[in-house]
Structure formats: C-alpha cells, structure tokens
C-alpha cells in the first residue's frame, strides 16, 4: 500500500510560475521511477514529466524548457517547477510512481490530483 499526496496547485496568471510536489508514503522498499501526469476536459491523461531511479529524465513536448522535474529520495518526494505558464498548461495534475515494496511486491499508484488554472 502505497499513498501519493500532491499538493501546490492553484490559479496563476499567464506566464507565472506554479511547484507542485508529490509525497509517497507507505509500504515502499523502493522508488523506480515518479512521473506527472495532466488531464484536461475532454481530454486523455498524458505524460508531462517523469524521473527515474537513475536519474534520467522525460518531458513532454508542449513543456520542454518549462518545466522541470526533480526529486529527493530520502523524503519519496517528487516536484514539478513549472515555469511560463500558458493557458493549455490549465489541467488537473496527477503523481505516479512505481516500485517495490518490502514484500518484494510491485506497485504503481496514484495521487488524487491537484488543479492548476493558468488565466488569460
């Protein structure tokens, strides 16, 4: 059993700048890999940015050079900085990990997710 919390979302203008941060807590041997995920109206969840264990790195396209994705370990926290904030950056945001449990078992989870607004 493995809980993601996220928090820091909310309004923003046009150009401004938004942190989100994921915390997991729980069962958890080990962290493989944390990963956003955004989800518009009337459209699928995607991708935007993910960290592995390695340390590699995955963005999105539409945020590449806006956003970056870190992470400290020691705490199973995650953040996004997300930078000049465009209106279709607006979208509910969603963590996601995956990795092992003491038990030797597998698992990905999701947090409930957290709305960011970017106004005109």
């Known amino acids: 059993q493995v809980q993601l919390v996220e928090s820091g979302g909310g309004l923003v203008q046009a150009g401004g700048s938004l942190r989100l941060s994921c915390a997991a807590s729980g069962n958890i041997f080990r962290i493989d890999a944390m990963r956003w995920y955004r989800q518009a109206p009337g459209e699928q969840r995607k991708l935007v940015a993910a960290?592995?264990?390695?340390?590699?790195?995955t963005y999105a396209d539409s945020v590449q050079g806006r956003f970056t994705i870190s992470r400290d370990n020691a705490a199973n926290t995650v953040y996004l900085q997300m930078n000049s904030l465009k209106p279709e950056d607006t979208a509910v945001y969603y963590c996601?990990?995956?990795?092992?449990?003491?038990?030797?078992?597998?698992?990905?989870?999701w947090g409930q997710g957290t709305q960011v607004t970017v106004s005109s």
């Open positions: 996601n990990a995956d990795g092992v449990q003491p038990t030797s078992l597998l698992f990905n989870s």
């Open positions: 960290i592995r264990i390695g340390g590699s790195t």
